[in-house]
């Protein structure tokens, strides 16, 4: 079955740190851009993060730069979202997507993406 799967989710106190997988099942990330993407509660789906998996460039919400960074491995066929320094506004429900492509300078927009992962909850206490 052609997927996204998705792990790491975990409640967390502020300033800590967790690491999100996202593994594709069925199909290899070769070609293809990254998003990460979250929803608080309340609060519409945004954009965090992306990483063109072809030539690993990465980009980042001003909001996250600095403590997340995108990454990932070949050799699982999967890619991580590395969160440090977490905020209690950091939580959410995050959430991989794929859309093929080679990533310039800003991540695509969020309706291009055609495959979503199931989300992971990520809880910040204070």
């Known amino acids: 079955e052609v997927q996204l799967v998705e792990s790491g989710g975990a409640l967390v106190q502020a300033g800590g740190s967790l690491r999100l997988s996202c593994a594709a099942s069925g199909f290899t990330f070769d070609g293809y851009i990254i998003g990460w993407f979250r929803r608080a509660p309340g609060k519409e789906r945004v954009g965090v993060s992306c990483?063109?998996?072809?030539?690993?460039?990465?980009s980042y919400v001003d909001s996250v730069k600095g403590r997340f960074t995108s990454s990932s491995d070949n050799a699982r066929n999967t890619v991580y979202l590395q969160m440090n320094s977490l905020k209690t506004e950091d939580t959410a429900v995050y959430y991989c997507a794929t859309v093929r492509g080679r990533l310039g300078i800003r991540c695509p927009a969020p309706d291009t993406y055609t495959r979503w992962g199931q989300g992971t909850q990520v809880t910040v206490s204070s």
């Open positions: 990483i063109g998996y072809s030539n690993g460039r990465t």
